[in-house]
């Protein structure tokens, strides 16, 4: 049985949970300079790190692509309100 890029990672890199921390962080827009520093800095020496920069990154790409805001008619709200008081 293959383990997890998690339970890999902790196992490799003694800065795994530090830099997951910080990597949701960046991929959120809510990192210091200081710490998005740190995290490039070190996922350049650590392919651990890296690789799980990657996937998160390419994870929340995807999920931007898919999740975009569709037009949807204008009455459909005005039809959801009218079901509503009719069955209450």
Do not use: W
């Amino acid at each position: 049985m293959s383990e997890t890029p998690a339970k890999k990672g902790k196992s490799d890199c003694v800065e795994f949970d530090k830099c997951l921390k910080i990597l949701h962080l960046m991929l959120d827009n809510e990192a210091s300079l200081e710490q998005e520093n740190y995290l490039k800095q070190h996922i350049e020496k650590c392919m651990v790190c890296f690789e799980q920069y990657e996937v998160e990154r390419q994870i929340r790409q995807l999920l931007r692509n898919k999740l975009t805001n569709q037009q949807v008619p204008s009455d459909l709200a005005q039809s959801i309100r009218n079901k509503v008081f009719e069955s209450a």
